[in-house]
């Protein structure tokens, strides 16, 4: 089944200690991205990857990090947590056309 | 100024009834593409609808279909036949460009389906 999954789901940490979500997808897809979803502002993208080795920041990158180390992988690292990066976040994937993204099942994050 | 503005924030629909949500966006790049997604509340975004800016006629995927209107820059959402199953968030998105890396997302719509 065509797919991107994320681990874990869900996450509550203390500010500062270091964590890392990972995300897979099983569809070949050169073009990867993060998101945030915060209540009222909908989704915003915080880091992307247009291939492996190859990645650029979105709208809210402060206080993250990304690497793209094999085409099927995209982790996102949270080197020191804080409180306001308490939130959804998503992982989705493309090719180059068509354009649809396609999301994981997300990561509901609290840091207190 | 917002991108993407979806004016909504909540609807009660009956159920059976069509209803429509409402999008509008803002750009210069003349090649652009404008999405639909559910998030139902379980939590998982659902891709249901996509319009690319040089398609002529309206996207339609079963009973969704937008309401593409380029010189108003509006791009909306018509669910037809409404269902319980209908109820949840509903999010308007658009890319800008060919080459665009991301989506740009509105606020979403809280969408209800009352039986």
């Known amino acids: 089944e065509a797919q991107v999954t994320q681990n874990p789901r869900y996450l509550i940490t203390v500010t500062g200690k270091k964590l890392t979500v990972t995300c897979s997808q099983n569809m070949n897809h050169e073009y990867m991205s993060w998101y945030r979803q915060d209540p009222g502002l909908g989704l915003r993208q915080i880091y992307y990857s247009m291939n492996v080795e190859v990645t650029d920041k979105g709208d809210v990158p402060e206080g993250y990090k990304v690497s793209r180390k094999e085409k099927r992988n995209f982790p996102l690292i949270l080197e020191s947590p804080s409180p306001n990066q308490t939130s959804l976040y998503f992982c989705a994937s493309r090719l180059a056309e068509p354009y649809e993204q396609y999301f994981g099942p997300g990561t509901r994050l609290t840091v207190t | 100024a917002q991108k993407i503005t979806q004016t909504q924030p909540g609807m009660f629909v009956q159920e059976k009834e069509a209803v429509t949500l409402d999008c509008t966006y803002d750009t210069s790049d003349q090649s652009y593409g404008l999405f639909w997604y559910k998030q139902p509340s379980s939590g998982e975004m659902i891709f249901l609808i996509y319009?690319?800016?040089?398609?002529?006629q309206n996207a339609t995927e079963g009973r969704y279909s937008l309401n593409f209107q380029k010189a108003r820059k509006s791009a909306n959402l018509v669910i037809s036949a409404s269902q319980l199953g209908d109820s949840a968030m509903y999010f308007c998105a658009m890319r800008e460009g060919r080459g665009a890396q991301k989506l740009v997302f509105g606020q979403g719509t809280r969408l209800t389906i009352n039986p």
């Open positions: 319009q690319g800016s040089y398609d002529e």
